[in-house]
C-alpha cells in the first residue's frame, strides 16, 4: 500500500522541534523510546522505558513526560504483500496488520493492542506511523522468495517475507557509513529471535526468515527451519495438533528446548562451562546452523566484503560471534580476541572509518583478516523515528 493517498496534518512541532514516541512491542519485551527531531529529521533519544509484553502502554510510560509528542511510531512485524513502506496508520492500515497476525503470532496483535492504546492515551487525531520489519526486504528477487512448492501457493501470498527488516536496514546502513560502503555484506540480527540477511549496495538481496518468523536460524525458543515432514508425523501418527505445533515451535524449541534450560543464551553458556552436555549441544547446534547460514548466502552476493553482528547475542556474546567466525576461517574470516572479548579500540577509531566509532560500535576483524568484521548497536528505534518523520514530512508536503 502506498502512502499516496494518505490524508492528514504531518509532524507535529513545537518550537521547531517534534518529539515523536516509538514503540517496539516485540516477543520477549516491549521497548519505548520518546525522540526530539530538529529541522534536519535526526531523532535524538531524551527518554526510554521497557515493559513485559502484555503489560499496559499507561504502566510503560508512566515516567514519561507526554508533553510535546506529535506523532507515535511502531514496529510492525508482518506487513504481508500489502505493505513495501512504512505507512501512516489509517483504520484500513490496522485492520491489514490485525489479518497479518496469523503469519506472526507472536507480535502482530501485540501491535495492534499498542495501536490502539496509543490513540485511547494520547487521542484519535494523534498521527500514528507502521514501520514494517518485512518492508526492508521487499527487495528480493522471485528466485529468493517464492517456494518450491506448488505455483499456486505464491497467489495465496505464500512466500518468503523476511523480518528484523528495521535492524538490518540500520546496521546494514551504519556499517556503510563506517567503513565507507562495503558492497556486500551479511548482517546477523541475533537476539530472542535470530536472521541474516545478505545486502548489496544496500539492499537486501537474500534472508534466512521465510512466510513467518519461524524460519531459518535456531533461536531462543522457536526451532527455525525443521523438515516439514516431521511436522506431517506427528500429526498423523502422535495425535498432535496445530496449536500442539505452534506451541513447540515457538515457545519449546530452539536454545530452550535442546538445553531444557533457557532461551537465554548467557544462561545456555552458563551451563555449558559448568559442564552440562545439553546446554554443550544447543550452543554448538545455533554456531553451527549460524555457520552454515552465513556460508550458504556468500554465493547470491558474489563474495563477501562485511560481516556484521547486532542484536542481544550478536553484540554481546563474544562465545557465539568466536565460534562462529573459528567456523567461517575458509572464508578469509579472522578476528582479533582481544576485540572479540571487549577491550576497546584504540581512540574508539575503526581503521578507514569515515568517522569515529560510538561506544558499542566496533571493529572485531583480525589483523589478516579478508573481510572486515563488526559488531554494531542496532538502533530499530531509532529507525522508526526517522521513518516517522519522513512519512510525516511526505504528508504534509503534500
Known amino acids: 500500500m502506498a502512502v499516496e493517498g494518505v490524508k492528514g496534518e504531518g509532524l507535529?512541532?513545537?518550537?521547531?522541534?517534534?518529539?515523536?514516541?516509538?514503540?517496539?512491542?516485540?516477543?520477549?519485551?516491549?521497548?519505548?523510546?520518546?525522540?526530539?527531531?530538529?529541522?534536519?529529521?535526526?531523532?535524538?533519544?531524551?527518554?526510554?522505558?521497557?515493559?513485559?509484553?502484555?503489560?499496559?502502554?499507561?504502566?510503560?510510560?508512566?515516567?514519561?513526560?507526554?508533553?510535546?509528542?506529535?506523532?507515535?511510531?511502531?514496529?510492525?512485524?508482518?506487513?504481508?504483500?500489502?505493505f513495501r513502506e512504512s505507512v501512516r496508520i489509517t483504520p484500513e492500515v490496522r485492520a491489514?496488520?490485525?489479518?497479518?497476525?496469523?503469519?506472526?503470532?507472536?507480535?502482530?496483535?501485540?501491535e495492534v493492542a499498542m495501536i490502539e492504546a496509543a490513540a485511547r492515551i494520547f487521542g484519535p487525531e494523534m498521527p500514528q506511523?507502521?514501520?514494517?520489519?518485512?518492508?526492508?526486504?521487499?527487495?528480493?528477487?522471485?528466485?529468493?522468495?517464492?517456494?518450491?512448492?506448488?505455483?499456486?501457493?505464491l497467489d495465496r501470498g505464500i512466500r518468503r517475507y523476511g523480518f528484523h527488516g528495521i535492524s538490518h536496514q540500520y546496521?546494514?546502513?551504519?556499517?556503510?557509513?563506517?567503513?565507507?560502503?562495503?558492497?556486500?555484506?551479511?548482517?546477523?540480527?541475533?537476539?530472542?529471535?535470530?536472521?541474516?540477511?545478505?545486502?548489496r549496495d544496500g539492499r537486501s538481496v537474500d534472508t534466512t526468515m521465510g512466510y513467518t518468523p519461524l524460519d531459518g536460524l535456531m533461536m531462543g525458543t522457536r526451532s527455525g527451519s525443521v523438515d516439514p515432514g516431521i511436522l506431517i508425523h506427528l500429526m498423523r501418527n502422535r495425535g498432535h495438533s496445530v496449536e500442539d505445533l505452534d506451541r513447540m515451535l515457538n515457545r519449546e524449541s530452539g536454545l530452550k528446548g535442546v538445553s531444557g534450560i533457557s532461551g537465554d543464551m548467557r544462561q545456555v553458556i552458563a551451563a555449558m562451562k559448568?559442564?552440562?552436555?545439553?546446554?554443550?549441544?544447543?550452543?554448538?547446534?545455533?554456531?553451527?546452523?549460524?555457520?552454515?547460514?552465513?556460508?550458504?548466502?556468500?554465493?547470491?552476493?558474489?563474495?563477501?566484503e562485511a560481516l556484521v553482528f547486532t542484536a542481544g547475542v550478536g553484540e554481546n556474546s563474544a562465545e557465539v560471534r568466536a565460534a562462529a567466525c573459528g567456523r567461517l576461517e575458509w572464508l578469509g574470516v579472522k578476528i582479533d580476541p582481544a576485540k572479540n572479548d571487549g577491550a576497546k579500540n584504540d581512540g574508539a577509531k575503526i581503521d578507514g572509518a569515515k568517522n569515529d566509532a560510538p561506544e558499542g560500535d566496533r571493529e572485531i576483524s583480525g589483523a589478516d583478516s579478508r573481510v572486515r568484521v563488526l559488531v554494531v548497536h542496532t538502533k530499530e528505534q531509532w529507525q522508526i523515528a526517522k521513518e516517522c518523520c519522513r512519512i510525516l514530512q511526505t504528508t504534509r508536503e503534500r
Do not use: Q
Not at 521547531?16 to 533519544?45: H, M, Q, T, W, Y
Not at 546496521?171 to 563506517?178: C, D, K, L
Not at 550452543?283 to 563477501?304: C, K, M
Open 171 to 199: 546496521v546494514s546502513g551504519r556499517a556503510a557509513e563506517i567503513l565507507g560502503g562495503p558492497r556486500r555484506m551479511i548482517t546477523c540480527h541475533l537476539g530472542n529471535g535470530c536472521s541474516l540477511a545478505a545486502i
Open 96 to 110: 491489514a496488520i490485525a489479518r497479518f497476525g496469523e503469519l506472526a503470532p507472536e507480535h502482530n496483535r501485540l
Open 274 to 304: 559448568r559442564g552440562d552436555e545439553r546446554a554443550r549441544l544447543a550452543f554448538d547446534i545455533y554456531v553451527g546452523r549460524l555457520a552454515s547460514g552465513i556460508a550458504g548466502l556468500v554465493p547470491e552476493l558474489g563474495g563477501l
Open 129 to 153: 506511523v507502521a514501520a514494517f520489519d518485512t518492508a526492508f526486504h521487499g527487495t528480493l528477487a522471485p528466485e529468493a522468495y517464492v517456494y518450491p512448492g506448488p505455483y499456486e501457493w
Open 12 to 82: 507535529r512541532k513545537t518550537a521547531g522541534r517534534a518529539r515523536v514516541l516509538v514503540i517496539n512491542a516485540g516477543s520477549s519485551s516491549v521497548k519505548v523510546s520518546l525522540f526530539e527531531v530538529g529541522e534536519d529529521l535526526l531523532p535524538s533519544s531524551v527518554w526510554e522505558g521497557n515493559g513485559e509484553p502484555g503489560e499496559p502502554l499507561e504502566t510503560v510510560i508512566a515516567g514519561m513526560d507526554r508533553a510535546g509528542i506529535g506523532a507515535v511510531g511502531h514496529r510492525i512485524v508482518h506487513g504481508g504483500d500489502v
